[in-house]
């Protein structure tokens, strides 16, 4: 089956413009993760989404949001982008958000 | 901050050795997980085991966790270039997130 797909792969944009990143999660899966992975602070949760509901949040200031759709199809937006943002963006599906997560390939942002 | 920390942070090993990493969290959890990554990739995942086991084994991965002490390892054995990556614990507390720690990179001398 296919696995998690994350579009666009790569996104280069200007200090405080705003992204969307899009995350189609595997078949069946209603649970969708994001998370942000920087060489300084690795690997850092921002938010999980079920049945279009937000379960859980990370510790990101409130420029950073998501939603999930009806079809468990995930998008998170950044506004006002500030250098700092400039990450690899991973999102990883799972059945039910406690097992084992598939993850992307990831979109690499880069803000200048 | 985050809830898992790996030790060591980097490891290289030649071709057919085995490597170990482990990794120390704070809180109680669920199940912990080790991930691979790529050079920038995505994770993959390897291997989840329960706060109620104690020893997992998949292929030449060995698997252990001691809630006790709040630690786990992973063996990865025989190692090949393949193996070359960096790993990933993941803790899994109950609240629909998973704690990564920073990982450990792992480079195999052919």
């Known amino acids: 089956k296919a696995g998690v797909t994350q579009t666009p792969r790569y996104l280069i944009k200007t200090r405080g413009q705003q992204v969307t990143l899009s995350c189609s999660p595997i078949?069946?899966?209603?649970?969708v993760s994001w998370y942000q992975q920087t060489p300084g602070q690795g690997l850092q949760f921002l938010f999980e989404?079920?049945?279009?509901?937000?379960?859980n949040k990370g510790n990101f200031p409130g420029r950073f949001s998501g939603r999930q759709f009806s079809n468990s199809r995930s998008e998170m937006n950044v506004s006002t982008l500030e250098l700092g943002d400039s990450a690899l963006y991973l999102c990883?599906?799972?059945?039910?958000?406690?097992?084992?997560?598939?993850f992307g390939q990831g979109t690499r942002l880069t803000v200048v | 901050s985050q809830q898992g920390e790996e030790d060591p942070q980097a490891l290289s090993i030649q071709e057919g050795e085995n490597a170990t990493m482990n990794c120390s969290y704070k809180?109680?959890?669920?199940?912990l997980q080790w991930y691979r990554q790529n050079s920038g990739r995505g994770l993959v995942h390897l291997i989840l085991?329960?706060?109620?086991?104690r020893e997992k084994h998949s292929g030449r991965l060995r698997v252990t966790l001691d809630t006790s002490k709040k630690s786990s390892s992973l063996l990865i054995t025989a190692s090949r270039a393949a193996d070359t990556a960096s790993y990933f614990c993941?803790?899994?507390?109950?609240?629909?997130?998973?704690?990564f720690g920073a990982g450990t990179t792992v480079t195999v001398r052919a």
């Open positions: 990883a599906s799972s059945f039910w958000g406690n097992t084992e997560a598939f």
């Open positions: 078949s069946g899966h209603r649970s």
């Open positions: 989404y079920f049945s279009e509901t937000q379960r």
């Open positions: 809180t109680s959890i669920n199940n």
């Open positions: 085991i329960r706060s109620n086991e």
């Open positions: 993941a803790t899994d507390a109950s609240d629909y997130k998973l704690s």
